[in-house]
């Protein structure tokens, strides 16, 4: 057994040697030289060329821009978007003024077709009225009246 614990000894020795050559953890790493190790980078300086903003975050697309309140995405124009949205709001406001006066003159037209359609089936009544009285009254001019017009259909 002490062969083995001569060995493990040995391994123990040679590893920590090995790897406190390599790293240490009393001593703190040299920096290497990467892209913004060689600029100043002072507190004002890394908002102003980092381009930190204290706001809340905005988001742009194209000519939209976008920026995230409350909970929502709200978007921003310049003149020329809120002159377009000031014109389309006019002309969904003129289109809801058409569309009320359209649907006034669909209401008037239904009510006369209504009212034409009462005065027809009145006259309607009056005819048959009419016809049964003269048929009650004249049964001849019935008869004559059937030959000229043709065979009849109910009898």
């Known amino acids: 057994m002490s062969l083995l614990q001569d060995v493990w000894n040995r391994l123990k020795v040679q590893c920590r040697k090995q790897l406190c050559d390599v790293w240490n953890p009393n001593m703190t790493p040299v920096c290497r030289n990467t892209a913004l190790s060689h600029c100043n ?47 389309l709001r006019w002309r969904l406001q003129k289109l809801e003024e058409e569309n009320r006066e359209l649907k006034l003159r ?30 009650f009254r004249h049964p001849e001019k019935n008869v004559l009246y059937a030959k000229r017009k043709g065979p009849s259909t109910s009898g």
């Open 41 to 87: 980078l002072g507190f004002h300086s890394s908002i102003c060329d980092l381009a930190l903003q204290s706001g809340p975050p905005t988001l742009k697309l194209g000519s939209h821009t976008l920026t995230f309140r409350h909970g929502q995405w709200v978007r921003h124009g310049g003149a020329r978007e809120n002159a377009r949205l000031q014109g």
């Open 106 to 135: 669909l209401e008037i037209l239904i009510d006369m077709l209504v009212d034409t359609t009462v005065h027809m089936h009145t006259l309607e009544r009056e005819v048959g009225q009419i016809e049964r009285v003269r048929q």
